[in-house]
DNA sequence: AATATATTCAACTATTTAGTTGAATGTAAA
DNA sequence: TTTACATTCAACTAAATAGTTGAATATATT
């Protein structure tokens, strides 16, 4: 588990607005293909092709319940990421703390 | 800052093997771009251009010395990489508590 | 001054990617 | 059973990416 390749499809995946903006949708809960493609411009096809990607990328699953397709976030592959941010040390020390306050900020900002 | 299309350039910048291996080799400290690409099989050329991937994502910083470059691995960047996370809620509910034991044990696995 | 070294620039190719439109498939509703 | 809806498949285009080779530039070394 998280080979190379692995952490290319997951970064990759990620490296792109209009599927960055899907995850954050879905990591409010499931929804259907159309109702994630409804916010965007681009025609439902391209939506349903950037799911493919974040599908690929384990970023996303997918529930078939007659014709609709139950889509949910999937955040397990950024483990991988985490850790390789980890492993090149430069980063967190220092900064794993800054990470942590600026998340202490937002549990704080919220009632 | 942190616009979406620096987020953008640093997550595409880091969805490669050999990108990512440059800045491993970067983060124990400062390194020529010759002495940078010797590791790799693929021509110096091909590995200038992945620096140049990681300068334009500002992972990479370049000094120059007369006809050498001396790079060095700059993390700012991955601050926004990692707030986007966290403004993913989902994941961190739960899982930074895995990467902070994660970085305990690299730590406790260090003399 | 001549040569060697470090690096980029330029031109090219092959592959991948993001988008399009139109047709096909499968399920639900009238 | 006809029609509408949810979704994908297929074929295509335009742009970006990763690599190549060969030439250019600038600085060191002899």
Same mark, same amino acid.
């Given at each position: /588990?998280?080979?190379?390749?692995?952490?290319?499809?997951? $970064?990759?995946?990620?490296?792109?607005?209009?599927? +960055?903006?899907?995850?954050? +949708?879905? =990591?409010?809960?499931?929804? @259907?293909?159309?109702?994630?493609?409804?916010?965007?411009? /681009?025609? $439902? !096809?391209?939506? =349903?092709? &950037?799911? $493919?990607?974040?599908? +690929?990328?384990?970023?996303? *699953?997918? @529930?078939?319940?007659?014709?609709? &397709?139950?889509?949910?976030? *999937?955040?397990?592959?950024?483990?991988?990421?985490?850790?390789? /941010?980890?492993?090149? *040390? !430069?980063?967190?020390?220092?900064?794993?703390?800054?990470?942590?306050?600026?998340? *202490?900020?937002?549990?704080?900002?919220?009632?």
């Amino acid at each position: /588990m998280a080979t190379p390749q692995t952490l290319d499809r997951t $970064l990759a995946a990620l490296a792109d607005p209009t599927r +960055r903006a899907i995850l954050q +949708r879905l =990591s409010s809960g499931e929804a @259907r293909v159309t109702e994630v493609a409804r916010p965007f411009s /681009m025609s $439902l !096809n391209a939506v =349903s092709k &950037h799911i $493919l990607v974040l599908e +690929r990328a384990k970023l996303v *699953r997918r @529930r078939r319940v007659g014709r609709d &397709h139950f889509l949910s976030y *999937r955040p397990e592959p950024l483990d991988a990421a985490a850790k390789w /941010m980890a492993e090149t *040390r !430069n980063f967190w020390a220092g900064r794993l703390d800054a990470l942590e306050q600026l998340l *202490r900020d937002e549990d704080a900002a919220k009632p």
